[in-house]
T-cell receptor
């Protein structure tokens, strides 16, 4: 069965420092991985996705993610954090079962707190 | 223009009532979803429709009934509301069910059952 784990409930980082939000996955077949961000009282916004190809994926708002097949990880990164990046981040994997339903399986979310 | 819009944004109602949440997308997508976010922020799919056909029904109580009048709309009707139904409900859409297609989410409907 497909699953996604975000091992940290919260990540704290100082503004201007690099940030990493961790995600590991378990899928059968090729992984299709996504990162979403949720600002308070808002919906989820798509940040980036990995389908195939380069292991470093660039996305919105200066975020990028590194796919590592051997470690089954897809960590979200940003070279220099902004206070406005403070939000809840979700890693997700597309259901890889034979029935193609489009279902996204989400991790439990990681709260990113960027302090001035 | 809002891509995926839900109404209402907030819904407070008493136990036992019946309520509906509406969702519309103007992205031209043919697949729509309902996700539930619980109090611990955990997100889980409830339903999915592709071209107005139900393709996912994730062990949701039959008090929850989705309805897709056309590809741009997916509504959620809930009968006999219970306290445990309190959550944030998100509508989403994608172009097909292809694994690489990202989903676009609405702003959510916060349902509070009292």
């Amino acid at each position: 069965a497909q699953s996604v784990a975000q091992p940290e409930d919260q990540v704290n980082v100082a503004e201007g420092n690099p940030l990493t939000v961790k995600c590991t996955y378990s899928v059968s077949g090729n992984p299709y991985l996504f990162w979403y961000v949720q600002y308070p009282n808002r919906g989820l916004q798509f940040l980036l996705k990995y389908i195939t190809g380069d292991n470093l994926v660039k996305g919105s708002y200066g975020f990028e993610a590194e796919f590592n097949k051997s470690q089954t990880s897809f960590h979200l990164k940003k070279p220099s954090a902004l206070v406005s990046d403070s939000a809840l981040y979700f890693c997700a994997v597309r259901d890889g079962s034979s029935s193609n339903t489009g279902k996204l399986i989400f991790g439990q979310g990681t709260t990113l707190q960027v302090k001035p | 223009d809002t891509a995926v819009s839900q109404t209402p944004k907030y819904l407070v109602t008493q136990m036992g009532n019946d309520k509906s949440i509406k969702c519309e997308q103007n992205l031209g997508h043919d697949t729509m979803y309902w996700y539930k976010q619980d109090s611990k922020k955990f997100l889980k799919i409830m339903f999915s429709y592709n071209n107005k056909e139900l393709i996912i029904n994730e062990t949701v109580p039959n008090r929850f009934s989705p309805k897709s009048p056309d590809k741009a709309h997916l509504n959620l009707h809930i009968n006999s509301l219970e306290l445990g139904d309190s959550a944030v409900y998100f509508c989403a859409s994608s172009q097909g069910t292809l694994r690489h297609a990202e989903a676009f989410f609405g702003q959510g409907t916060r349902l509070t059952v009292v």
